[in-house]
């Protein structure tokens, strides 16, 4: 069964940093891509970054680029999002999750998400 | 970038009702369409991938259709349990990107 925990979140001040992690069991961890994908208080998804099996490819969102940095550990079927220079516009459930590996691409299973909030 | 926009962004529906949402992107994106559904404070679930594959375990009263630029979810026969937000998602070109969502509740 495909499992995905995230952890990590929490209150945080503007200008702040955070580190999610996300650990992965019950598929083969290095040959997926990996995505973080975030929701405001009852807003609509947004895609943040993904991440390729290997990690050579990796993609951010606009919004948080220059900010966000997406990594993994296939040693340790590991995921992370490590988060500076946080904006109250940052609020969200960050969730991460499973793509494929390869085209077409979806996101196939998500965590439970754990809630970012960026206040003073 | 690719603006997914769904329609209607909320609807009203009985068990048993046929229910259709439209997801409509900027640009031709080709079969690479997703939908998820959503409970309320719980994480989205894939139903459908590449416009009309249905994810295992999905019921086969949900079904996807379309090319190009114009997208359909259909649940032929609205159960208590499809009562959610469903979220289209294009896969085309990063940044990968989601429609606004449609909530369906209950008439």
């Known amino acids: 069964e495909v499992q995905l925990v995230e952890s990590g979140g929490g209150l945080v001040k503007p200008g702040g940093s955070l580190r999610l992690s996300c650990a992965a069991s019950?598929?083969?961890?290095?040959?997926?891509?990996m995505n973080w994908v975030r929701q405001a208080p009852g807003k609509g998804l947004e895609w943040v970054s993904s991440i390729s099996s290997s990690g050579t490819y990796i993609y951010y969102a606009d919004s948080v680029k220059g900010r966000f940095t997406i990594s993994r550990d296939n040693a340790k079927n590991s995921l992370y999002l490590q988060m500076n220079s946080l904006r109250a516009e940052d609020t969200s459930v960050y969730y991460c999750?499973?793509?494929?590996?390869?085209?077409?691409?979806?996101?196939?299973?998500w965590g439970q998400g754990t809630l970012v909030t960026v206040s003073s | 970038d690719i603006q997914m926009t769904q329609s209607p962004s909320s609807l009203s529906a009985s068990v048993g009702d046929r229910v259709t949402i439209t997801c409509r992107a900027s640009?031709?994106?080709?079969?690479?369409l997703n939908w998820y559904q959503q409970k309320p404070g719980k994480a989205p679930k894939l139903l459908i991938y590449a416009a009309s594959s249905v994810q295992s375990g999905v019921p086969s009263r949900i079904s996807g259709s379309g090319s190009g630029t114009d997208f359909t979810l259909t649940i032929s026969s609205l159960q208590p349990g499809d009562f959610a937000t469903y979220y289209c998602?294009?896969?085309?070109?990063?940044?990968?990107?989601f429609g606004q969502g449609t909530k369906v509740e209950i008439k």
């Open positions: 019950g598929f083969t961890f290095s040959s997926y891509t």
């Open positions: 998602q294009q896969s085309y070109s990063t940044p990968w990107t």
């Open positions: 640009q031709s994106i080709s079969s690479y």
């Open positions: 999750v499973l793509g494929t590996t390869g085209k077409p691409e979806y996101f196939q299973h």
